[in-house]
Antibody, heavy 116, light 111 residues
Framework: QVQLQESGPGLVKPSETLSLTCTVS????????WSWIRQPPGKGLEWIGY???????NYNPSLKSRVTISIDTSKNQFSLKLSSVTAADTAMYYC??????????WGQGALVTVSS | QSALTQPRSVSGSPGQSVTISCTGT?????????VSWYQQHPGKAPKLMIY???KRPSGVPDRFSGSESGNTASLTISGLQAEDEADYYC???????????FGGGTKLTVL
């Protein structure tokens, strides 16, 4: 059974960098696409970006200047960095694995609050 | 404002059928057969219900079905059950520039 688990600080100060890691268990990361998706409290979903196991990335144009997604297949982990955060970046952050056009496996989510 | 348009809410009685629409453009929904649908209960992660417009992942009841016509995709839930009450989101491939775009979500109430 594939499982994903997000980890990282739950509180980040404005203008600093948000960093989260997703640890994958139950399967190899090879041959899959891996995404980060976020959801502000009480609002809808927003795709942040994806990384292929080979390292190829693609980011949401609205976040592209601030986002970096990296992968370490030896540790079965991929990571998200979002720089220069503001209160608008406060959200539940999910990691997920692609199944064709959808995301089948999801982490439980990590709530990140941006506040001084 | 979301890229894809969904009704804010829909409702139905147990046993009935409901359809949730998801309207985009020829650059996303209408241009590709890459629409997916997610069910989200409060405090839970989204669950994939439909992918590639019409396909159901393993474990999803066949009461859930997807379709598409022009720039509008639809999720139909037949034989409504109390546990179907949740938020539903559509998502479409938006081309290489805007890889994935979501709808704003629809709250389904089972009366």
């Amino acid at each position: 059974q594939v499982q994903l688990q997000e980890s990282g600080p739950g509180l980040v100060k404005p203008s600093e960098t948000l960093s989260l890691t997703c640890t994958v268990s139950g399967d190899s990361m090879t041959n899959y696409y891996w995404s980060w998706i976020r959801q502000p409290p009480g609002k809808g979903l927003e795709w942040i970006g994806y990384i292929y196991y080979s390292g190829t990335t693609n980011y949401n144009p609205s976040l592209k200047s601030r986002v970096t997604i990296s992968i370490d297949t030896s540790k079965n982990q991929f990571s998200l960095k979002l720089s220069s955060v503001t209160a608008a970046d406060t959200a539940m952050y999910y990691c997920a694995r692609h199944l064709n056009s959808g995301w089948y496996y999801w982490g439980q989510g990590a709530l990140v609050t941006v506040s001084s | 404002q979301s890229a894809l348009t969904q009704p804010r809410s829909v409702s139905g009685s147990p046993g009935q059928s409901v359809t949730i629409s998801c309207t985009g453009t020829s650059s996303d929904v209408g241009g590709y057969n890459y629409v997916s649908w997610y069910q989200q209960h409060p405090g839970k992660a989204p669950k994939l219900m439909i992918y590639d417009v019409t396909k159901r992942p393993s474990g999803v009841p066949d009461r859930f079905s997807g379709s598409e016509s022009g720039n509008t995709a639809s999720l139909t839930i037949s034989g409504l059950q109390a546990e179907d009450e949740a938020d539903y989101y559509c998502c479409s491939y938006g081309g290489s520039y805007n890889f994935r775009v979501f709808g704003g979500g629809t709250k389904l109430t089972v009366l």
